[in-house]
Nanobody
């Protein structure tokens, strides 16, 4: 059971990138999933989340209106569309999923501890 993230790169401020996270199993791809980011020396930070069964996605205040999370079950993939990128968005981005099909409460979506399957990081660098 694993997640494979890709799509990071070097982009100028104001540009866009789309990250992809593909799950090795369909069941995993339908569960609660999230995107987090981290820079060296700092804690992992919640970016966006989507719960099993759909509903409204969740975003950190710092990315609302600029980032969008979506899911394509047919491809076992969750995406993070990042628009209007800023230098402060520079980080390694990680996708995460829950192996349990139990839906977490909304207040827990942003907590790294509720996710037990993590992809490798993909680096996003935004230059001004």
């Amino acid at each position: 059971v694993q997640l494979q993230a890709c799509g990071g790169g070097l982009v100028q401020a104001g540009g866009c990138l789309r990250l992809s996270c593909t799950a090795s199993e369909r069941a995993l791809a339908t569960n609660d999933m999230g995107w987090f980011r981290q820079i060296p020396g700092k804690e992992r930070e919640f970016v966006a989340g989507i719960r099993r069964g759909g509903g409204y996605p969740y975003y950190a205040d710092s990315v609302k209106g600029r980032f969008a999370i979506s899911r394509d079950i047919s491809k076992n993939t969750v995406y993070l569309q990042m628009n209007s990128l800023k230098p402060e968005d520079t980080a390694s981005y990680y996708c995460a999923a829950r192996s349990s099909s139990n839906r977490i409460i909304s207040s827990a979506v942003g907590q790294p501890s509720v996710y037990d399957v993590w992809g490798q990081g993909t680096l996003v660098t935004v230059f001004s």
